[in-house]
């Protein structure tokens, strides 16, 4: 591992604190929206351009979190805490990534950048280079076989330390209809002409599937992955529905499909997660392209209301937002153009926080941008055409 990455322990709290001393001088002109709750503050990274997607990681090594989303045609990243901008990539033959990741891909021990086009099909990496807050990205194929990719997310499936990608395959389109797969790093990924799709759900996943969810559901020490179908005029095939696939102990082999629930109208969303702390895996899920927020609780997958009447609650995270030890929820609706976290009692009773309005959203993440020990949210902007984060202020 380079230096540069190699923080110790008093280091990082003085670059927080330094940091943090700038995050108060530049927001000393932001003023809290008159629409959100006293103790979120809203911060503009970037506006102007439809954004679909934000991710955040210490890009520059400096122990801050940095952003990076991709919006007119340009992969960007934004250096905290001034957001600076450096343009990362360049793709004018379309306007944007849907969806992102980030990891170490090829363990050189910083972040690297993985983005999807829609359809047709085309999932990339862009490798950080020495100096990444300074130059562009190196561009690599990850894969253009499958088609119709909405949701990516990382996994340890091999149990090998090494994250794989989990990946939707949602057009009724060859070699790979209306599936779901998932690619292990290969061993050399800078010379790699691609990476080989491993489906585990072989056309099996009909309905034009959204995000993905991962995590053990059964107990049996691998991961599993959920989707949601969101189904209506848009779908060449029967959807609304949430769904999990078990992974046998060797992933590579054929995985079983279980049905959550097949009356979901605009499914998107689905996290496995114990909501209600009985050591019994549970869904978090949202309706992102109709209405409301649930969960469902395993193992028999009872249907609970968390908010029923937003509208498209297309982005959703599952994660402890207060450090309480319970899993609660947050959403920025492109319907209801409301950002919101929902407070979790520890049994599956939750409490709406109104985070901010007129914001519309494709993208949320839970992270902590400014270093005090709390979450904050990231939202991408579609239709806002701004990247945007709340700031939770204690």
């Known amino acids: 591992m380079g230096s540069r990455w190699t923080f110790g322990k008093m280091k990082r709290i003085n670059v ?6 700038s995050w108060l001088l530049v927001s000393c002109i932001e003023v809290p929206i008159g629409y959100a709750e006293s103790h979120w503050v809203r ?17 520059s090594g400096d122990g801050l979190p940095d952003v990076i989303s991709d919006s007119g045609s340009m992969t960007r990243l934004f250096v905290a805490p001034d957001w600076h901008e450096v343009v990362l990539d360049e793709h004018p033959e379309f306007k944007w990534y849907i969806h992102s990741e980030i990891f170490d891909i090829d363990n050189d021990g910083d972040p690297d950048f993985v983005g999807a086009r829609y359809n ?24 253009d076989t499958i088609h119709g990719i909405h949701g990516l997310m990382k996994g340890d499936i091999e149990n090998d330390g090494q994250f794989e990608l989990f990946a939707t395959s949602a057009q009724p389109k060859d070699p790979y209809p209306e599936s779901l797969v998932w690619f292990a790093v290969p061993e050399n990924p800078r010379q790699a002409a691609h990476w080989q799709p491993k489906v585990f759900a072989d056309r099996d996943a009909p309905g034009l599937t959204h995000y993905l969810g991962v995590g053990d559901i059964n107990g049996d020490g691998v991961l599993d992955a959920a989707t949601g179908a969101k189904g209506g005029p848009q779908a060449a095939s029967q959807g609304e529905w949430f769904a999990w696939w078990e992974s046998p102990l060797d992933p590579t082999r054929s ?15 689905i996290h496995p997660v114990d ?7 549970d869904f978090v899920a949202s309706r992102g392209h109709g209405t409301g927020i649930i969960w469902f609780e395993g193992p028999g997958w009872q249907v609970h209301d968390i908010d029923a009447v937003i509208q498209e609650p297309h982005c959703l995270v599952a994660v402890d937002m207060e450090g309480d030890g319970d899993v609660d929820v947050a959403t920025c609706a492109f ?17 709406k926080h109104c985070v901010g309005r007129e914001q519309e959203a494709y993208d949320i993440r839970a992270v902590d941008i400014d270093c005090d020990e709390d979450l904050d949210l990231l939202v991408a902007g579609r239709g806002s055409r701004n990247v945007v984060w709340y700031e939770h202020v204690r």
């Open 16 to 21: 927080c604190l330094y940091h943090l001393v």
């Open 335 to 351: 319907g209801s153009q409301e950002a919101a976290w929902y407070e979790n009692d520890g049994r599956g009773n939750f409490s």
């Open 275 to 281: 909501v209600n702390g009985d050591g019994i895996m």
């Open 43 to 59: 911060h503009v990274i970037h506006e102007g351009e439809q954004s679909m997607t934000a991710v955040a990681g210490d890009f």
């Open 255 to 269: 995985w079983v499909k279980h049905s959550v629930n097949d009356e979901q109208p605009g499914a998107t969303n």
């Open 120 to 143: 047709p099909g085309l999932v990339i990496w862009l490798e950080q280079p020495a100096n990444g807050q300074m130059q562009r990205w190196n561009k690599h194929l990850i894969d």
